[in-house]
C-alpha cells in the first residue's frame, strides 16, 4: 500500500464502548497529525508527533488518547465519547513538523450514539 | 476574528468558466500557504502551495498570493463538473508551525 491508511473507514460506537482507530504511513514521513472535521467546521488540528514524541495537545478532552509506537503507525483510543463528538477523523503524515505539505489518509467516520 | 477565513459558497460556475476562489488569513507571518480539495465524503488532497507573493500556475489552477494585504486566491480556468469540491484554504502560521484551515468554499460546476 501507499499513502496514508486509515483503519477503519466507518465506526459506530455507543458513548460506554472503548475503541481505537489505526493510521500507517507509508511515505517515510516522521510527522503524524490527528485532525477531526465536524460538519460546516474547519479542519480542527487535535494532535502532533515528530519522531514519536507528542509535540502539540491542541486542548483536546482526555476522553481522546494519541499512541505513536514509532514514526509509520499512529492511534488514536477512545473512551466514553459523547454524540458531540461523532465527526470525520483524518490522519496525515509529513517529513517532520516543520514541513509544510502534508498528506492525508482517507478518514474513519465516527457515529457515537 | 476567524484565523483563515473562506466564503462558504457554494459557488456556483458553468462549466467552462473559471472559479475564483478568496482566502483572508490574520497572522501577518504566515509564509506557507496551501489549497485543498475535498470531494464529499472523501480526505482533502493537496493541489496547490505557494510560498512568494506573485501568481503560481499548475495545469488549470493559478495560485495568487498578496502577504501585505493576507489573502490568497484560487483560480480553477476551463472548470469542469470534476471539479466541483470543496476547496480548503490552509496557512502555516509562523508561531507554533501548525497548519490553519479555513471553512472551505464549495464550489458546483454545472454542465
Known amino acids: 500500500e501507499t499513502g496514508v491508511t486509515q483503519t477503519p473507514r466507518h465506526l459506530v460506537m455507543g458513548m460506554t464502548n472503548k475503541k481505537s482507530l489505526k493510521c500507517e504511513q507509508h511515505?517515510?514521513?516522521?510527522?503524524m497529525y490527528w485532525y477531526k472535521q465536524s460538519a460546516k467546521k474547519p479542519l480542527e488540528l487535535m494532535f502532533v508527533?515528530?519522531?514519536?514524541?507528542?509535540?502539540e495537545n491542541n486542548s483536546v478532552p482526555s476522553r481522546f488518547s494519541p499512541e505513536c509506537p514509532n514514526s509509520s503507525h499512529l492511534f488514536l483510543h477512545l473512551h466514553t465519547l459523547q454524540p458531540e463528538d461523532s465527526a470525520l477523523y483524518l490522519c496525515?503524515?509529513?517529513?517532520?513538523?516543520?514541513?509544510?505539505?502534508?498528506?492525508f489518509g482517507p478518514g474513519t467516520r465516527l457515529t457515537v450514539l | 476574528q476567524k484565523e483563515v477565513e473562506q466564503n462558504s459558497g457554494p459557488l456556483s460556475v458553468p462549466e467552462g468558466a473559471i472559479a475564483s476562489l478568496n482566502c483572508t488569513y490574520s497572522?501577518?507571518?504566515?509564509?506557507?500557504f496551501f489549497w485543498y480539495r475535498q470531494y464529499s465524503g472523501k480526505s482533502p488532497e493537496l493541489i496547490m502551495s505557494?510560498?512568494?507573493?506573485g501568481d503560481k500556475e499548475d495545469g488549470r489552477f493559478t495560485a495568487q498570493l498578496n502577504k501585505a494585504s493576507q489573502y490568497v486566491s484560487l483560480l480553477i480556468r476551463d472548470s469542469q463538473p470534476s471539479d466541483s469540491a470543496t476547496y480548503l484554504c490552509?496557512?502555516?502560521?509562523?508561531?507554533?508551525?501548525?497548519?490553519?484551515f479555513g471553512g472551505g468554499t464549495r464550489v458546483l460546476v454545472k454542465p
Open positions: 496525515a503524515s509529513s517529513q517532520d513538523r516543520f514541513a509544510d505539505t502534508q498528506y
Open positions: 511515505l517515510g514521513h516522521n510527522a
Open positions: 508527533y515528530n519522531f514519536k514524541e507528542q509535540t
Open positions: 497572522d501577518r507571518g504566515s509564509q506557507s
Open positions: 505557494i510560498y512568494s507573493n
Open positions: 490552509a496557512v502555516n502560521q509562523a508561531a507554533g508551525n501548525k497548519l490553519t
